[in-house]
């Protein structure tokens, strides 16, 4: 059952923005944490940004700090990651997830639901 749908990833230039979007298709979603993850061909997948839905308060990587941004709207049950002044390292398959727990945790393996990825491309 898909619980989440990603969409937004394309192929763009360093330097280039792009916005990510998560559809959270159910609504006992409606207070869970959510993160932005990716993973990269032969790499672990790493944490890039949380929001809590129920606070508001948001968490980044180190690598993404300043350049990304995690939003909620809530009206339109959606998750969003805008990714500004993109590098190549950036590059990956980005999921979104769900943690119904609401640990607030960066760690990939306490999120529960996840949807099946779009791929972002950054070319130097």
């Known amino acids: 059952q898909v619980h989440l749908v990603e969409s937004g990833g394309g192929l763009v230039r360093a330097g280039d923005s792009l916005r990510l979007s998560c559809v959270v298709l159910?609504?006992?979603?409606?207070?869970?944490?959510m993160g932005w993850f990716r993973q990269a061909p032969g790499k672990e997948r790493e944490f890039v940004a949380i929001?809590?839905?129920?606070?508001?308060?948001?968490k980044y990587a180190d690598s993404v700090k300043g350049r990304f941004t995690i939003s909620n709207d809530s009206v339109k049950n959606t998750i969003y990651l805008q990714m500004n002044s993109l590098k190549p390292e950036d590059t990956a398959v980005y999921y979104c997830?769900?943690?119904?727990?609401?640990?607030?945790?960066?760690?990939?393996?306490?999120?529960?639901?996840w949807g099946l990825g779009t791929q972002v491309t950054v070319s130097s």
């Open positions: 997830a769900a943690d119904s727990e609401m640990l607030y945790s960066s760690n990939y393996r306490h999120y529960n639901y």
């Open positions: 159910r609504p006992m979603f409606s207070n869970y944490d």
């Open positions: 929001i809590s839905r129920s606070t508001g308060l948001t």
